[in-house]
């Protein structure tokens, strides 16, 4: 190998000191490849990289030596090095070759009148030492500048930390061989170029050789609007890289692009990308840059070529309202609850708030309470937020709609139409098949589904259940209205009321198979149901869906569907049970009293009446749930329907232990409990002896509660009801504690809580229930810790079950 001569080390010496600190300089640059190079036969070069001089280190002059005989030393022993630093010298310093050693000094010092003589001469006697040459830099060609293309910035850049900690994890992860490709995607207005933009902005010092920028997703012409080709996005960055020539083929550029980035630290923001084809051919390959891609849709495809996917979400809600604050000025300090719904009508999206305070600032005494009121009508924010009369929310939807396959655009505007904030897949697949023809409905539908999900136009919140963002649910509304002609909207509003019936049938027959309605079975060519595996899998459904219910109770209601509208309120009899939405409750079952009615079905009516008046009764509203129970008695009289006679009596009973009257409710409930040993309904009989267990409790009478909860809970047990059983246990278990018993009583409230919180007997109001007698327990036998341990886990599950218990709690554990 041939080696670096002392000369060849001052020679690099001097072209060092010749660059100066600019980093910006071409010298600097390509010196910084040499480096780049060597390092690969030696990482530890990279240590005096770059040669700038901080506090506790050596002077800049030293850790240049340091680093020129390092690289010379490497040139010895690596011929990439070696060649790389000859090119770099022969480039920067005039010097052709590696200098030769120096020759023994001459004896003479004449020049013949005949010679000729090329390039720099001295003439001097004796000379001692080496004699470098510094001839004047000729006139270097106009070079071109180092590309700086971001978008500029804003200001009033908000928040967005978590995600700048996602893409620095993601950077700091790539394999240090491979370029890296991140794909920032998410809905349209959600801030996708400014938080890119920003993040690049950051790390601008890690890429001196540029960051380039291209609008994907802009105009190709003066007159079309569409798809940028990468053809054109290539031309233009080539050109920026100092290309003389551009070929005229794609993969030419593409092949071209790829060499003229190589090893170069670059960073490339291609934006508002459509598909991962157009973005293939413009991804860098050197391990040494940075591609970022901002699209609408997900782009999975890049997956393949090692991409990685970050999906922004909206702003915070604090975020949002400081964002707002910026227009809205001292208004969002006067009204924060209005604030907060003016940011969530904007679905926090960075676009849409940053046009509600635009629209606060214009309008300097716009109260935003009237802000939030006009949001919420009509087409809310999509339609009344504009920018110079334009709808830019809107045309951005409209612009991600008109790209879908049209199977995804119909299942698009069907969506828009149901009043429900949640969709799995069994109802997708049943709207979708509507006139399809398609072999099979569910690929089919699964199809269409996942390009509403790769265009960030429908979100997946579990498996195969699925959301609308809140500012889409709108734009897919208007279209379903607008384009669905009026037979085929009522199809798709009946396939949703029909698969609401036919699965909360599933989950009614899973969770309360008792309540079932005979003679009253759905038709056989019904929509099919989701399928729900036991237990947990219903009272989830149930759970997800609760509002989709509702929306189908009220539009039953509303287009006069009556036989619907209340068998749905009746199926539904689980989600109340388990789940207490005490307005929900109460709403449904008006819709459904008012239904049952206009079909004259007496059975319909009398389930209404008896399962309002609970709703009614846990609402605190007890002189309308008494009046309910005197309608339900009067016509289960009148119809000598028995077991309707001590559902009513019972619940009358239930009415006057609420309001204390024990001697009142006791006679009800050893009246309903006759009733129902007349025909021999056991699971009647026995929920009648937990009511009386309940009233001995209320009356003092802790024996005789434990006796008949005893017969109750057993007696439910051999019937296999293990949700009333588990409800009687705990209660059990709470009387036992109270009687002296805390071992046998704090051992049955564990088995109970953990019964209600997993399988058949799944329950939050029970679970609440529990731990606050575990919380009672504790402090009876003084253990103050513990007690505030379950009164605060109580607490916080009756906060979204029961307000007034939360409520009560509360005060408790402000107790001293």
Sequence with gaps: MRAFSSDGLEALLSAVAACGADAESPAWRDLARVVDTAARADPSVTRFWPPYATRGQPTESALRRELAQRLVALASLDTATRLALTEWLHQHSGLARTPPDP??????????GHSVLHGPTVQARDIHGGIHFHPPSPASP??????????????????????????????????AHAPQVVVVSGLAGVGKTAFASHWLYEHAGSFPDGQLYADLGGQTTGTEDGPVPPGVVLEAFLVALGASEVPAGTAQRSALWRSMTSGLRLAVLLDSAFTAAQVRPLLLGTASGLTVVTSRNNLTGLRVDGASVHRLEGLPAESAVELLAVGGGTRVTREPAAAREVVRLCGRLPLAVALASAQLALRPHHSLSALAAALSQGQ??????RIDGEAVMRTALDLSYEVLPDASRALYRRMGLLPADRHD???????????????????????AVHSLVEANLLEETGAATYRFHDLVQPHARRLGEELEEPGGRERTLRRFVDW???TAAVAESILTPSHRLPGHDLPSEAVPPTPLDGPEEALAW????????????????????????????????????????????????????EAARRSASREGEGRMLTSGAIGLRNAGRYPEAADWYRQALEMATADQDVRQQGQAVSGLGHVSLLAHRLDEARDHFEHALRLRESIGYRRGAALSRRR?????????DLVTAAEQ??????????LGETYEATRVLALLGHVLDRLGDREGGVRRLWEALTRFRAGDARSEHGEARCLEWLGQAAESRGDHAESIHHYEAARDLFRHLSPEDAQRLDGRLRQP
Excluded: K, Y
């Excluded at 978008?151 to 950077?171: C, K, M, N, Q, S």
């Excluded at 809310?380 to 937020?385: D, E, I, K, R």
């Excluded at 909860?709 to 439910?716: I, K, M, P, S, V």
């Design 103 to 112: 020759a023994p000094a001459a004896t003479t010092n004449a020049i013949s």
């Design 142 to 175: 106009s070079r071109v500048p180092v590309p700086r293309q971001l978008p500029p910035v804003t200001a009033r850049f908000i928040d967005r930390e978590a995600d700048r900690l996602a893409l620095d994890t993601l950077r700091a992860q790539r394999p």
């Design 380 to 385: 809310g924010a999509v339609h009344t937020l």
């Design 425 to 447: 897949l069994a109802l997708l697949t049943a709207l979708a098949a509507d006139g399809e023809g398609a072999c099979d409905p569910v690929q089919a539908t699964d199809i």
């Design 500 to 502: 609401c019936l036919s």
């Design 542 to 593: 149930l759970s997800t869906h609760r509002n989709g219910l509702m929306g189908a109770v009220r539009h039953s209601a509303r287009v006069g569907w009556h036989w619907s509208c209340w068998r749905l309120t009746d199926l539904m009899w689980p989600l109340f049970l388990r789940l207490r939405p005490s307005e929900m409750w109460i709403e449904a079952h008006h819709l459904g009293l």
């Design 692 to 700: 009386l267990g309940e009233t001995a409790l209320a009356g003092g």
């Design 709 to 718: 909860l005893r017969r109750a809970g057993d007696e439910l047990d051999s």
